[in-house]
């Protein structure tokens, strides 16, 4: 079927529903940021693959509001759909609840299924369409029946992360909890997030792509833990850790009955993550306290076990990315090299790790014009050749037993533009700037963004996106609350703590002609307490030279020079050893200070 004649297949089944404005957003029914095959609705609707997006369908009109990492790609995707592009933030661009409130007719049915909308937007939607007298249709998913062939929900075998890497045991983690929920005057308390659901049960899978996560709900009350999961997917080392635990499992749909009867308790439950449809199944006598996950902060902070084997990951990685990044300026101009295959190469130098389960989200390979948009993603039909000229930006990761690691560097190919080079020189110098921070505790984010954007702010240029994300612990690579951004956004604005680890990824994205990022992995960490308050600084875990071939070095102070040297001083004296011959000679090169 074409994108057309989905559309109006969909809007034959709105009709039978009597829903006039339908929304289908990139989802499944955990809240999840990478969705399973099964849950990828907006992308067999649209055609957009991009992994944000959300597709808003009338009986005439169709549009796809998406984010700037996605503009230049959704433009491409999207011609002779009929389905007109919505670029999130900009000028003049409507919200979708805004779109959904103009298109919906008085006394109209706005459809959605429930399960892939959190209770908080559900909710939100309500408030926005009670003066047309609005009304919700969200126990039906409309795009079922069209989609034939659709994949079944995940169920691939779960493990168990031992404390040998998680660094604390599922008991100890249940009490944080439990003790939460005493603070908090809750008896119940519902989780539905699934790498919250991963780290509370030291329970690791592989049914959400790049994420070793589990399909699963839990509800945790004072005496017990009920998980609601497909069972095949346990083994036995599982199954005796949650019975050592009174942790009772019940089916994975069981979840919509079993809120039903959580009467006259308070419950936790944080609303921007528990779909819509839990949200309204729990009983009128239940008093919701609607509050942030507790254990989305307390994962966020890396304990000792899980840094010390942080850093062994990185080391891992970056022996697949230095030979990689060697084998790339050796052979780039002598054979046939294109986005695929260099991506392949280094996936394979992954895959020869001890410890690797997976990359930790597509990898991002692209060449010179390519890389302007964000989020590309090189394929088989689409696949450019790489020459000795320009950039390759190269932005991946590994999911190992000992952590999760995302890197991005751009590497030079050949000859560069001296405006290229001086985009590639200030995206260095405000990536140096975070990575070298000191502040005081309670700093978020938002308050060290402008430390990073400020080089490039100078000269008029700026980057569509947040400076950096949290990482996960052998889980997903985007976690929150900690991140840098300049404009806050709930959910990812925490006060930064001890044990976080934060990216800190600027970039420039020039379309038609280049993109650079450089991207590395921060560690918070103590630094001294004096008479103003306790100080934070970051330690970089991220051991992989920065190529210096594109730097020119008119832009760059000496503070900036010496901190461009020490951080390659210590890529070397951590690397070194685990390389010989041509290969120590490259690494020795890449390492040397730079000099004016």
């Not at 006039?20 to 990828?40: K, L, N, Q, R, W």
């Not at 011609?79 to 959904?100: A, C, F, N, R, W």
């Not at 030279?545 to 951590?574: F, G």
Request: glycine letters at 6%; charged letters at 30%.
């Amino acid at each position: 079927m074409t994108i057309k004649e989905k559309l109006a297949s969909l809007r034959e089944n709105m009709k039978k529903a009597g829903v006039d404005v339908y929304m289908i957003p990139t989802a499944d029914f955990h809240d999840s940021e990478y969705a399973g095959e099964h849950f990828a609705a907006r992308r067999f609707m649209s055609g957009f693959t991009g992994s944000a997006g959300t597709l808003v369908v009338t009986a005439t009109k169709a549009a796809l509001w998406t984010d700037g990492r996605y503009f230049l790609q959704a433009e491409k995707q999207l011609k002779d759909t009929t389905i007109d592009l919505m670029k999130m933030g900009e000028e003049g661009v409507p919200k979708i609840s805004e779109y959904v409130y103009a298109e919906l007719p008085e006394n109209g049915t706005f459809g959605f299924d429930g399960r892939t909308i959190s209770g908080e937007t559900g909710r939100e939607f309500e408030k926005k369409i009670a003066d047309k007298k609005g009304k919700i249709k969200y126990d039906e998913d409309l795009v079922d029946s069209i989609w034939t062939d659709r994949p079944e929900i995940s169920a691939r075998p779960a493990f168990f992360l031992s404390e040998k890497y998680s660094g604390r045991s599922v008991s100890d983690k249940l009490s944080f909890v439990r003790k939460a929920m005493k603070e908090k005057e809750c008896k119940a308390y519902i989780i539905t997030s699934l790498d919250d659901i991963a780290w509370l049960y030291n329970m690791r899978g592989d049914d959400v792509p790049c994420n070793p996560v589990v399909m699963a709900y839990t509800v945790i009350l004072e005496d017990k833990a009920v998980l609601f999961l497909n069972e095949k997917v346990l083994n036995d080392e599982l199954r005796n850790e949650f019975s050592k635990n009174n942790v009772e499992i019940r089916p994975y749909d069981d979840i919509y009955e079993y809120v039903k009867g959580l009467r006259d308790i308070n419950v936790l439950a944080d609303l921007s993550r528990v779909n819509y449809t839990i949200a309204g199944n729990l009983p009128e006598s239940a008093k919701v306290k609607d509050e942030f996950n507790p254990t989305t902060l307390e994962k966020s902070k890396k304990n000792e076990t899980e840094i010390e084997n942080i850093r062994k990951a990185h080391v891992k990685d970056a022996v697949a990315m230095i030979h990689f990044i060697y084998w790339l300026k050796k052979h780039i101009g002598k054979e046939n090299i294109t986005e695929m295959s260099a991506s392949d190469y280094l996936e394979d130098r992954r895959r020869e790790q001890e410890g690797f389960i997976e990359i930790s989200f597509d990898t991002i390979s692209a060449y010179n014009e390519n890389a302007a948009m964000l989020h590309y993603e090189p394929s088989r039909e689409n696949d450019t050749e790489l020459h000795p000229q320009g950039f390759l930006l190269v932005d991946s990761g590994g999911q190992y037993y000992e952590g999760t690691t995302d890197i991005t560097r751009t590497i030079v190919l050949g000859d560069l533009p001296d405006d290229w080079k001086r985009n590639y020189t200030l995206t260095l110098k405000g990536h140096i700037n975070l990575a070298n921070a000191k502040f005081l505790s309670g700093c978020k984010g938002t308050n060290l963004d402008i430390i990073c954007r400020e080089p490039l702010w100078k000269i008029g240029l700026d980057y569509k996106c947040g400076t950096g994300h949290g990482v996960g612990y052998c889980l997903n690579v985007h976690e929150a609350p900690n991140a840098f951004r300049w404009k806050e956004r709930k959910g990812d604005n925490a006060v930064l703590e001890v044990g976080m680890i934060t990216t800190d990824e600027p970039g420039v994205y020039v379309e038609g002609s280049h993109g650079i990022r450089i991207e590395s992995e921060l560690l918070c960490v103590n630094a001294e307490k004096n008479e103003y308050g306790q100080f934070l600084e970051f330690e970089n875990v991220t051991y992989v030279p920065i190529d210096k071939e594109a730097i020119d070095v008119r832009y760059l102070s000496d503070v900036d020079i010496d901190e461009i040297n020490d951080y390659h001083k210590m890529v070397y004296d951590k690397m070194n050893s685990y390389f010989e011959g041509e290969e120590l000679d490259w690494l020795k090169d890449a390492c040397a200070p730079l000099r004016r």
